[in-house]
């Protein structure tokens, strides 16, 4: 039953997550509070470590989540789920797209898609965001502005965001970079 869950919980994530692999954070958010698979620090990590490995973001995540909850089934599981919906969405599209590419409905329909994947792409940042650079907890409890705020994980943000405009490197020596100061200075536990 739990490769089911597994596989459902997935497919809804890649049938309603329009945009790519960003935009279906909002539903692995939702697919942690209802499961309890994973916490929301945990699903930060993994967008890390998903984006610093190759692959698309979205199948990243499912494959990790569905190895930590069920195994190599569950693995399985969860990663055909998520990849099923786009698959049928693009054979379906794939035989209509000819006949009613030009037609005014379907225009308009390409427009307001993309709008939605941009405000859950928006929704995905603000959420990473919160959970990286922002203690929540620490602020609530003491009420200080300075509580607020992970100094170090926005100082290493900074710098990382200025070499990257300054510097040529691919991103990887970013993401390297990153991991190598998160270890040295302790970054866990912020």
Not at 41 to 70: H, K, R, W
Request: proline share 3%; hydrophobic share 60%; aromatic share 14%.
């Amino acid at each position: 039953m739990l490769y089911v869950r597994l596989f459902l919980e997935f497919f809804k994530a890649g049938l309603f997550a329009v945009g790519g692999g960003l935009a279906t954070l909002p539903f692995l958010y939702a697919i942690s509070d209802a499961t309890g698979w994973f916490s929301h620090a945990q699903l930060a990590d993994m967008v890390a470590v998903s984006e610093s490995t190759p692959g698309p973001i979205g199948v990243n995540m499912a494959t990790y989540v569905g190895f930590t909850t069920a195994g190599i089934p569950g693995m399985f599981a969860a990663t055909i789920g998520l990849v099923t919906p786009s698959v049928i969405i693009i054979l379906i599209v794939a035989q209509f797209l000819k006949k009613f590419a030009e037609n005014k409905y379907v225009l308009n329909a390409f427009y307001g898609l993309r709008a939605a994947s941009v405000g859950l792409i928006a929704a995905a940042c603000f959420l990473v965001v919160k959970i990286a650079l922002l203690d929540i907890g620490a602020f609530e409890a003491s009420r200080a502005v300075a509580d607020l705020f992970r100094w170090k994980a926005l100082l290493l943000a900074a710098v990382l965001y200025a070499a990257m405009k300054k510097l040529s490197f691919h991103p990887v020596v970013f993401l390297a970079a990153a991991a190598v100061v998160g270890v040295v200075f302790r970054f866990a536990g912020v």
